[in-house]
């Protein structure tokens, strides 16, 4: 989309395509369309280049070198496969996360989150000072994974959530294993929910038999 514009009967939208008319247009953007750096993106030396994803295009923006990826939702992971297969070492720091397979027992995973009410809830169902979940480490609805196991045997470099800089140091909290195990808690409780629920509405026969995801390998601390 390159413009947006009121017209007397509703909006006109112009894309690099096509032009269209509509009576009522949704701006999709997500909850994060506007970039975030840490308190320590500041105190990164100004001669290392910083960008943000709405900025990235491919790994033809950056210069030689290793990259350091922050965050490991999906835009982080999928930055992180990519910026790997153009052949460029990298890092990637991981926060709290939700790791869930793009399919399992061969329908996407949203499908099954829907039927076993998983998408259902609401900011009032959640639990006290907790507005939103964490976050998801998906692709879209094809192509190879990317959640951190896959990452790791790729040969991405796993560190915990990066605390602090001081010009081309940087230092990484000390929480991978349990950010990592509580995610898999976290993954093996809503697996389970859908097997119990293909079990109690007889669909065994009717999918893909069951399978575990392989688990994240213990990486090694940072400090």
């Known amino acids: 989309v390159e413009s947006l514009r ?46 943000d994803p709405a900025d990235y295009r491919n790994p033809e923006q950056l210069a030689p070198g290793g990259v350091l990826v922050v965050g490991a939702s999906a835009t982080g992971v999928q930055l992180a496969d990519e910026l790997h297969r153009a052949g460029k070492p990298v890092v990637l720091a991981v926060g709290r996360h939700t ?6 027992r061969g329908m996407d995973i949203f499908w099954w ?47 915990g959530r990066l605390t ?32 119990a629920h293909i079990h109690e509405c007889g669909l065994d026969r009717e999918v893909a038999p069951r399978h575990d995801l392989t688990p994240v390998p213990r990486c090694e601390r940072h400090g």
């Open 6 to 51: 009121r017209t007397a009967t509703g909006f006109e939208v112009l894309t690099n395509a096509n032009g269209w008319r509509a009576a009522a247009v949704v701006i999709a953007t997500g909850w994060c369309d506007q970039p975030a750096r840490g308190p320590a993106a500041s105190a990164i030396d100004p001669r290392i280049a910083q960008i």
């Open 99 to 104: 790791r869930l397979p793009r399919h399992y």
């Open 113 to 159: 989150l829907d039927r076993i009410g998983g998408l259902d809830r609401s900011v009032d169902s959640m639990p006290a000072g907790r507005t939103h979940e964490p976050s998801l480490q998906l692709i879209g609805r094809s192509g190879p994974e990317v959640d951190l196991a896959v990452l790791a045997a790729r040969g991405i470099r796993l560190t």
């Open 164 to 195: 602090a800089a001081d010009g081309y140091r940087v230092r990484f909290a000390d929480d991978l294993p349990a950010t990592t195990a509580a995610a898999q808690n976290r993954l093996h409780r809503v697996l389970a929910r859908i097997d």
